[in-house]
C-alpha cells in the first residue's frame, strides 16, 4: 500500500518535498516509482530508486533538479523538487514495483499506486 502527500503551491523557482509511505511486503527488488501526468497529457515517468543496490534514475525533464531518496527506518520515499518550472505543475504519482524494475520508467509495469498529489507551480 502507498500513499502519497506534500503537495502544494509554490511559485517558480522554489521547492517542495513528496513523500510516500509504503506498507506491506517488499521484497529485495522492490523499485519506487515517481510518475506525474498533467492535464490533457499521459503519465510521465519522473524518477525511480531501487532498494537493492539505491540505484535512482530521472526523467530528462527534472534530471538535475529532482532527487528521490528513501529512509528505511521510517518507510518512506521522498522526491525533493528544486528549482521548480510552471511546467512541472501536474498531478503526482508514487508507485511500487516488486519484480525488478527492469522498465523502472514504464507505467503499466509497476504494481502499486498511490493516490496522487497535486503540485502546482506558478509563474
Known amino acids: 500500500q502507498l500513499q502519497a502527500f506534500g503537495g502544494g503551491l509554490v511559485q517558480a523557482g522554489g521547492s517542495l518535498r513528496l513523500s510516500c509511505a509504503y506498507s506491506?511486503?517488499?521484497?529485495?527488488?522492490?523499485?519506487m516509482g515517481w510518475f506525474r501526468q498533467a492535464p490533457g497529457k499521459g503519465r510521465e515517468f519522473v524518477a525511480a530508486l531501487r532498494f537493492s543496490g539505491g540505484n535512482a534514475y530521472y526523467g530528462d525533464s527534472v534530471k538535475g533538479r529532482f532527487i528521490i531518496s528513501r529512509d528505511n527506518v521510517e518507510k518512506m520515499v521522498y522526491l525533493q523538487m528544486n528549482t521548480l518550472k510552471p511546467e512541472d505543475t501536474a498531478v503526482y504519482y508514487c508507485?511500487?514495483?516488486?519484480?525488478?524494475?527492469?522498465?523502472?520508467?514504464?507505467?503499466?509495469?509497476?504494481?502499486?499506486w498511490g493516490q496522487g498529489t497535486q503540485v502546482t507551480v506558478s509563474s
Open positions: 508507485a511500487g514495483d516488486n519484480g525488478g524494475g527492469a522498465y523502472y520508467a514504464v507505467s503499466r509495469y509497476y504494481d502499486y
Open positions: 506491506g511486503r517488499i521484497f529485495s527488488r522492490y523499485v
